[in-house]
């Protein structure tokens, strides 16, 4: 498995699992687990998503989402889970 963390924050505002969501399916990039709140009019998701069957590479993916957190205001970022894992463990 090729797993990554992929995190969401921002002013809440319709569509924005939809938008992200559609990405990943578009990209055969299977969703995990997902865990999503809003707390006072903020959006905050966190995604574990396996890239393992997506054609394109990480740095492709990561770049992607990311002007796609922009197209709808929110920032997104992508983490490899070994490197998620590392920085929480310090």
Same mark, same amino acid.
């Given at each position: %498995?090729?797993?990554?963390?992929?995190?969401?924050?921002?002013?809440?505002? $319709?569509?924005?699992?939809?938008?992200?969501?559609?990405?990943?399916?578009?990209?055969?990039?299977?969703?995990?687990?997902?865990?999503?709140?809003?707390?006072?009019?903020?959006?905050?998701?966190? %995604?574990? $998503?396996?890239?393992?069957?997506?054609?394109?590479?990480?740095?492709?993916?990561?770049?992607?989402?990311?002007?796609?957190?922009?197209?709808?205001? $929110?920032?997104?970022?992508?983490?490899?889970?070994?490197?998620?894992? %590392?920085?929480?463990?310090?």
């Amino acid at each position: %498995m090729n797993k990554t963390i992929i995190t969401v924050i921002g002013k809440d505002n $319709v569509g924005i699992i939809a938008k992200i969501c559609t990405y990943l399916a578009n990209n055969h990039i299977n969703i995990l687990d997902i865990n999503q709140t809003i707390v006072q009019d903020y959006f905050n998701m966190m %995604m574990i $998503v396996d890239l393992e069957q997506s054609a394109k590479a990480f740095q492709d993916c990561a770049n992607e989402l990311s002007q796609i957190g922009d197209e709808i205001g $929110v920032t997104i970022r992508c983490q490899r889970e070994e490197i998620f894992n %590392m920085m929480h463990r310090i």
